[in-house]
């Protein structure tokens, strides 16, 4: 699903889960994905969202946001 995304915009080591590529992950349950933001509070997570790896290091640990800063601005082509 998202190797075909990587390879258009030129990032050679995403998109597919294989060594050497980094680590960006996403655990979710379809049934249970819903946005919890509103107009008023725009800034809620959303439910259904269990796991998120990214560059290797968890992110999102059963749902809740670790704290963790990881991740870096992709540009096409580096």
Known sequence: MTSAAAAR??????????????ADLVVFDPARVRS???YEEPRQYPDGIDWV???????VEHGEHT????????????
């Open 9 to 22: 915009l030129g990032l050679r080591d995403r998109g597919l889960i294989r060594d050497g590529f980094a």
């Open 36 to 38: 919890n933001a509103t």
């Open 53 to 59: 790896v990214v560059a290797g290091e968890v992110v």
């Open 67 to 78: 704290g963790a800063g990881s991740g870096r601005v992709l540009r096409s082509g580096r």
